[in-house]
């Protein structure tokens, strides 16, 4: 493993590069067929409003993925991740049209774990249309 | 109707293996929008010190909830399945999934409840290669929301 960032460079607090993911229809069309995750709450209008959502929403384990990209592009090697767990607290709500939906992730470094291992954990923000569609968004790193 | 507190504890025998190939994981990287080079070039997955092309963290998921999918479906824990939301998830990897691997999944019952009328099930799913190697565990919790009276 090989993480770019160095432990002894990061202090309590360091933000992390924040990004912008976009989502439309297509994507989610693309996600379900790469992730095996069928639901029609992902793609049939008509079948999300009969089980009481507001429109088709994402794939919770696809914003999941968007927000650790936060942490494996600043890290470089994904495999530095050595925890990563979310609460989905809110849908990310996908509109039928071109622009589709946007997750907004913002991460810090809140905590260095363990001086020996060179691990650090960082905290992760997730909205959409500005609400927080992650909660308890936590990863445990390792670097270099 | 509440979920029967003894199935805690309980564990289900491992998945047959799941082989992890190379497209599998490129189709999947090209899914989410992720160009890390670590997902598709070997070279550059050598150079970070995996052994070859490595899978995005969460990628894993798709395997370890199918096991999961036993394990609500049982129909002794009698959960209603088309309520189930994801509530939380949580991976612990000891290394990355990677191109190659075959990859068996042992779920097991954390814990049950009920609150509010929801049922409330923890399951975690242990993944491990084919040498017997740990490789990453799953912590799912999954919410079959109350069912609506009359």
């Known amino acids: 493993m090989s993480a770019k960032i160095s432990y002894d460079d990061v202090e309590v607090g360091t933000e992390l590069p924040a990004q912008s993911f976009p989502v439309t229809r297509a994507t989610l069309v693309q996600y379900a067929g790469a992730s095996g995750d069928f639901n029609p709450i992902h793609w ?47 849908p990310v709500i996908v509109p039928n049209d071109d622009n589709g939906a946007l997750i907004e992730v913002s991460g810090k470094v809140a905590a260095k ?19 927080k569609v992650l909660g308890m968004s936590r990863a445990v790193v390792r670097l270099a | 109707m509440a979920l029967d507190p003894s199935f805690v504890g309980r564990t289900y025998p491992p998945t047959d293996p799941y082989e992890v190939g190379r497209e599998k994981i490129r189709e999947f990287a090209e899914a989410i929008g992720d160009t890390n080079p670590a997902y598709t070039d070997t070279e550059a997955a050598k150079a970070l010190g995996h052994l070859d092309v490595i899978a995005p963290p969460t990628f894993v998921f798709a395997i370890t909830f199918k096991a999961a999918g ?30 190659g691997d075959r990859l068996t999944v042992t779920s097991t019952i954390e814990a049950v409840k009920t609150m509010a009328g929801n049922d409330i099930i923890d399951i975690r799913g242990d993944v491990h290669d084919e040498a017997g190697e740990h490789v990453v565990t799953a912590f799912t919790k999954l919410v079959a929301r109350a069912a609506k009276e009359g």
């Open chain 2, 70 to 99: 036993t394990v609500v479906r049982d129909p002794q824990l009698g959960l209603d399945y088309n309520r189930v939301v994801h509530g939380d998830q949580k991976f612990a990897y000891t290394r990355p999934v990677r191109a």
């Open chain 1, 113 to 131: 774990l363990d001086d020996d291992a060179r691990t650090v954990r960082v905290d992760l923000t997730a909205t959409s249309a500005g609400q």
């Open chain 1, 44 to 90: 049939n209008e008509k079948f999300a409003k009969e089980v009481g959502l507001p429109d088709v929403i994402a794939h919770g384990m696809f914003t999941m993925a968007e927000a650790i990209r936060v942490v494996t592009d600043w890290t470089g090697d994904p495999g530095a991740v050595a925890e990563y767990g979310v609460r989905f607290t809110k």
